[in-house]
């Protein structure tokens, strides 16, 4: 019997994701890939996968799969309730879905996006060398809906070294992300980036998998002008002339037209990932990476 995942249920949110596909961008393919990468590659590396197989990104539970063969699995990120056939298992953990039970998927105490990984990866066909459904631009597959089949690829030759993992799951209160200051923090007024380093913007409810629109004291434009379209990077604080800034995410556009006053550090953007609506973000500054200079 070919090993598969029957979709049920999607909750708001559910799509396959891997580490994305860099390297396009001379094409206008964004990277994509899952939005908090941590969690993905904890996810996988639970039941023995590459740390950057496919797996199912979840936002905010709900999902319902149902089991074709034997699958082990573990879920990651936020921690949801698990039933497998009606019996409860843990997130950070790995299960077994036999064949023909069901998997459910609660909402999470804590944080935004789950990750459900397979021993095998989810293997749909990739595009351009991703499996990562890029909400933006329709790249790879489409957001999963009740009634998809989801294959499930080989197991691979390595076992799974852990059936628990000691992973301290989100956390409440304020999340401090380091951000490094620019590229564009001169075409900001006088005072723009200590306002944002050290007064809270709160999470909106205007958030997916493109970016979060934040709430907080406003960080005004300088008089220079209009700002030709440039590059854009996940990570990237872009202020609209409205003054709240917007944090871009996995499907950001490539481009964009209003100065980025920071960027946050690559490290911490799974953290601001798993930020839901009404959560405090606060920003501290990050040392830009040493590039160029002469270490002599």
Not at 113 to 121: E, T
Not at 142 to 148: I, Q, V
Not at 182 to 211: C, E, H, M, N, Q
Not at 226 to 251: C, I, K, M, N, Y
């Amino acid at each position: 019997m070919k090993r598969g995942l029957d979709v049920l249920r999607t909750g708001p949110l559910a799509t396959v994701q891997d580490l994305g596909r860099s390297g396009h961008a001379a094409l206008g393919v964004g990277v994509s890939g899952a939005a908090d990468p941590v969690s993905l590659r904890l996810a996988n590396r639970a039941v023995g996968n590459p740390g950057g197989a496919a797996a199912i990104e979840v936002t905010f539970g709900g999902l319902r799969v149902r089991g074709r063969g034997g699958i082990f699995a573990a879920v990651t990120g936020a921690p949801a309730p698990l039933l497998v056939g009606g019996r409860p298992e843990a997130p950070y953990s790995v299960f077994h879905l036999p064949d023909g039970a069901e998997l459910r998927m609660g909402v999470p105490p804590a944080g935004l996006r789950s990750y459900l990984a397979v021993r095998g990866g989810i293997a749909v066909p990739p595009v351009l060398g991703s499996r990562s459904t890029d909400t933006l631009s329709g790249l790879g597959p489409a957001p999963l809906k009740p009634g998809d089949l989801l294959p499930v690829g080989p197991p691979p030759r390595e076992a799974p070294l852990l059936d628990v993992l000691p992973v301290r799951p989100p956390g409440a209160g304020d999340l401090v992300l380091r951000a490094v200051p620019g590229p564009r923090a001169d075409w900001f007024a006088p005072g723009a980036l200590d306002t944002l380093f050290t007064a809270g913007y709160a999470v909106t409810s205007d958030i997916d998998r493109v970016g979060m629109r934040l709430d907080g004291p406003r960080l005004p434009h300088a008089d220079r002008g209009e700002l030709p379209s440039e590059g854009t990077v996940t990570g990237a604080l872009q202020v609209p002339p409205s003054g709240q800034p917007v944090l871009f995410l996995a499907d950001h556009p490539l481009t964009g037209g209003y100065p980025v006053i920071a960027v946050v550090a690559s490290a911490d953007i799974g953290r601001a990932a798993q930020a839901r609506p009404g959560r405090r973000l606060r920003f501290r500054p990050h040392p830009a990476p040493n590039l160029g200079k002469d270490r002599t």
